[in-house]
């Protein structure tokens, strides 16, 4: 069973993760999180970037992946412009 306890908002919106679940969470100061909000439900998920070991495996799926779509090179150069408002 999951740590319970309560916490309240400040002014600012702010709210305190309570040390017992900080700990249970090996939160640090720092970390990112998700909010995700519905009716009277909020969920607070920890997210952490990948690993650099991971890097490579991502990029040799993403180019597989974009090789199966037909992307080539130069779309991904073209959609880099026009995000950046310089192509349209």
Same mark, same amino acid.
């Given at each position: 069973?999951? #740590? %319970?306890?309560?916490?309240?908002?400040?002014? !600012? =919106?702010?709210?305190? /993760? @309570?040390? #017992?679940?900080?700990?249970q969470? $090996?939160?640090?100061?720092?970390?990112?999180?998700?909010?995700? =909000?519905?009716? *009277? %439900?909020?969920?607070?998920? $920890? /997210?952490a @970037?990948p $690993?650099? +070991?991971?890097? =490579? +495996?991502? /990029?040799? *799926?993403?180019?597989?992946?974009?090789?199966q779509a037909?992307?080539? !090179?130069? +779309? /991904?150069? +073209?959609?880099?412009?026009?995000?950046r408002g310089? !192509?349209?």
């Amino acid at each position: 069973m999951a #740590n %319970v306890s309560t916490t309240k908002m400040s002014s !600012k =919106g702010q709210v305190v /993760i @309570p040390e #017992n679940i900080r700990k249970q969470l $090996n939160l640090k100061a720092g970390a990112q999180s998700v909010v995700v =909000g519905e009716k *009277d %439900v909020v969920i607070l998920k $920890n /997210i952490a @970037p990948p $690993n650099l +070991d991971e890097f =490579g +495996d991502l /990029i040799a *799926d993403a180019r597989k992946k974009g090789k199966q779509a037909g992307i080539k !090179k130069s +779309d /991904i150069s +073209d959609a880099v412009l026009v995000a950046r408002g310089k !192509k349209k």
